[in-house]
């Protein structure tokens, strides 16, 4: 509804303001918002918790993963020795060199065809057989010089210690905490806002009123001046209003400067340029329509509202969780695993230059036996890290109960200044009242009205001050109880 009334106004004024822009709270507020660049990088934060949390919970998940490789040496690996070897490749001729040493000498009985014929077969076998041993050993041959292998694996966690729960609830809390961030960011965005845009609700009514003011002694000035052309009023009097009439021209400058600062800053924090013309809806109106709320204070509901306080918990969450994720540095790891492998060369037939695989599972147990206390003193000082991140969440808790209560007397105090300062107003209207129709009676001095016109200055210009106090101790109030929002 608020939007809306907001929305209609912007509308109705339209076409006074012309070139201008027309704002009103919600507008600033949401301009802020959105064009502000601390909101923008915690809106980013608040991805980046998201994907750490979403990283964290494929650690329950199964995980797989290829791997390949090519190596070159320069010798390759040989089962059989170089005697072997050579023992293998001759074998016929040494069998045929024994065979001929053992019965040569009675071959000789034998007539000269035969023994050219058992000559010949011998020869043949001994070829036959250094054939076979060669090929023996070209068969032991394992030619890897060059080897290519490739696997793909698959391995489950079954049991971490708890180390991936207490990743995933750190993660959780992390994003808990940038979520928490960007609130607190938010809230003291639109602080800055509230407090920039009644700063320029308060000097613009302070310009109006500044101008009444030099009106109102431009006129004496100028009563005053007939009056001593009459005769009726001496020089003196004349300087003295003369003088008023300078230091109310420099006033309304002061105000003027002011004024166009402020707004410079709240088009700043707005997100739009600094030198754009704006008007504020509650800049031209008679009236702040100030309510006088009674605070409702309730600093149970404030501690559970305030995003600080949320975000040391969550610091408080995380480290618990990191001493978790330490301590599983002491327990037991179980992993299943599985892939497959090829080769090649090859062993599953023989060596083979070519490739094949098989397939594998298994599971895969780490047990922690000594670490020289490495983990236990981590241990340590992670708590030790929790119990600081404790103590200060007690005493942010503490001061939020000082800063509510503070802020509700604050707004008490501003609802009370605010009636002096209205009594005191009505007060200085009738006494200028009075002095200027003394004047014209010729029963009051010029100094008189002067000290009316000053007190009346005076009490308009508390008026204000206490009509935005009330607004800002309003929000302040909002602010201490984590309520402030858009």
Same mark, same amino acid.
């Given at each position: 509804? =608020?939007?809306?009334?907001?929305?209609?106004?912007?509308?109705?004024?339209?076409?006074?303001?012309?070139?201008?822009r027309l704002l009103n709270l919600d507008s600033c507020r949401a301009l802020a918002l959105?064009?502000? &660049?601390?909101?923008?990088?915690?809106?980013?934060?608040?991805?980046?918790?998201?994907?750490?949390?979403?990283?964290?919970?494929?650690?329950?998940?199964?995980?797989?993963?290829?791997?390949?490789?090519?190596?070159?040496? /320069?010798?390759?690996?040989?089962?059989?020795?170089?005697?072997?070897?050579?023992?293998?490749? /001759?074998?016929?001729?040494?069998?045929?060199?024994?065979?001929?040493?053992?019965?040569?000498?009675?071959?000789?009985?034998?007539?000269?065809?035969?023994?050219?014929?058992?000559?010949?077969?011998?020869g043949q076998m001994a070829g036959f057989l250094d054939m076979g041993g060669q090929n023996?050993?070209?068969?032991?041959?394992?030619?890897?010089?060059?080897?290519?292998?490739?696997?793909?694996?698959?391995?489950?966690?079954?049991?971490?210690?708890?180390?991936?729960?207490?990743?995933?609830?750190?993660?959780?809390?992390?994003?808990?905490?940038?979520? %928490?961030?960007?609130?607190?960011? *938010?809230? /003291?965005?639109?602080? +800055?806002?509230?407090?920039?845009?009644?700063?320029?609700?308060?000097?613009?009514?302070?310009?109006?009123?500044?101008?009444?003011?030099?009106?109102? !002694?431009?006129?004496?000035?100028?009563?005053?001046?007939?009056?001593? *052309?009459?005769?009726?009023?001496?020089?003196?009097?004349?300087?003295?209003?003369?003088?008023?009439?300078? @230091?109310?021209?420099?006033?309304?400058?002061?105000?003027?400067?002011?004024?166009t600062l402020s707004k410079m800053l709240l088009c700043q924090l707005c997100g739009i340029?600094?030198?754009?013309?704006?008007?504020?809806?509650? @800049?031209?109106?008679?009236?702040?329509?100030?309510?006088?709320?009674?605070?409702?204070?309730?600093?149970?509901?404030?501690?559970?509202?305030?995003?600080?306080?949320?975000?040391?918990?969550?610091?408080?969450?995380?480290?618990?969780?990191?001493?978790?994720?330490?301590?599983?540095?002491?327990?037991?790891?179980?992993?299943?695993?599985?892939?497959?492998? !090829?080769? %090649?060369?090859?062993?599953?037939?023989?060596?083979?230059?070519?490739?094949?695989?098989?397939?594998?599972?298994?599971?895969?147990?780490?047990?922690?036996?000594?670490?020289?206390?490495?983990?236990?003193?981590?241990?340590?000082?992670?708590?030790?890290?929790?119990?600081?991140?404790?103590?200060?969440?007690?005493?942010?808790? @503490?001061?939020?109960?000082?800063?509510?209560? #503070?802020?509700?007397? =604050?707004?008490?105090?501003?609802?009370?200044?605010? #009636?002096?300062? &209205?009594?005191?107003?009505?007060?200085?209207?009738?006494?200028?009242?009075?002095?200027?129709?003394?004047?014209?009676?010729?029963?009051?001095?010029?100094?008189?009205?002067?000290?009316?016109?000053?007190?009346?200055?005076?009490?308009?210009?508390?008026?204000?001050?206490? +009509?935005?106090?009330?607004?800002?101790?309003?929000? %302040?109030?909002?602010?201490?109880?984590?309520?402030?929002?858009?």
């Open positions: 509804m =608020r939007r809306l009334l907001g929305f209609f106004l912007l509308a109705g004024m339209t076409q006074s303001v012309g070139a201008q959105r064009n502000n &660049k601390q909101m923008s990088i915690s809106r980013v934060k608040q991805e980046v918790a998201a994907n750490v949390r979403k990283a964290a919970r494929t650690k329950y998940l199964p995980h797989i993963s290829a791997l390949g490789g090519y190596e070159y040496t /320069s010798k390759e690996i040989s089962i059989l020795n170089n005697d072997q070897k050579e023992a293998l490749s /001759s074998i016929g001729t040494n069998l045929k060199d024994g065979i001929v040493s053992k019965v040569g000498p009675y071959a000789q009985i034998l007539p000269p065809a035969l023994q050219q014929q058992l000559g010949n077969d011998l023996i050993v070209n068969a032991f041959r394992t030619d890897t010089r060059n080897m290519f292998a490739g696997a793909i694996m698959l391995t489950q966690p079954v049991f971490m210690g708890g180390a991936i729960v207490a990743m995933n609830k750190m993660a959780d809390a992390g994003e808990q905490l940038a979520a %928490n961030s960007a609130e607190a960011k *938010r809230q /003291s965005t639109i602080y +800055e806002i509230d407090q920039a845009y009644w700063q320029v609700v308060s000097l613009r009514h302070k310009q109006k009123l500044a101008q009444g003011y030099l009106d109102l !002694v431009k006129k004496l000035d100028g009563d005053v001046q007939k009056m001593i *052309r009459e005769g009726v009023a001496t020089r003196s009097e004349g300087l003295s209003v003369s003088v008023k009439v300078n @230091e109310a021209e420099m006033t309304l400058i002061k105000v003027n400067d002011g004024l340029p600094v030198n754009e013309q704006i008007v504020l809806a509650e @800049e031209e109106t008679d009236d702040l329509s100030v309510v006088e709320a009674v605070p409702q204070v309730d600093v149970e509901q404030a501690a559970e509202n305030r995003p600080e306080l949320k975000m040391l918990q969550n610091v408080v969450d995380m480290g618990k969780q990191a001493t978790n994720m330490l301590k599983a540095g002491n327990l037991p790891q179980v992993l299943l695993t599985g892939g497959y492998m !090829v080769s %090649n060369p090859n062993l599953f037939n023989g060596f083979e230059k070519k490739f094949a695989g098989v397939w594998n599972v298994g599971v895969l147990v780490r047990v922690p036996i000594w670490n020289w206390g490495d983990v236990a003193y981590k241990v340590r000082a992670a708590k030790g890290a929790t119990t600081i991140a404790s103590l200060q969440r007690d005493e942010i808790r @503490e001061k939020i109960e000082l800063q509510v209560n #503070q802020s509700a007397f =604050r707004v008490n105090e501003a609802n009370k200044k605010l #009636q002096m300062a &209205k009594v005191s107003t009505e007060r200085a209207d009738e006494n200028l009242r009075t002095a200027n129709l003394g004047f014209r009676e010729g029963v009051i001095s010029s100094t008189t009205v002067m000290e009316a016109q000053t007190a009346w200055l005076q009490a308009q210009s508390q008026k204000i001050d206490a +009509e935005i106090d009330v607004k800002l101790s309003q929000v %302040n109030l909002q602010k201490a109880m984590g309520t402030l929002n858009e």
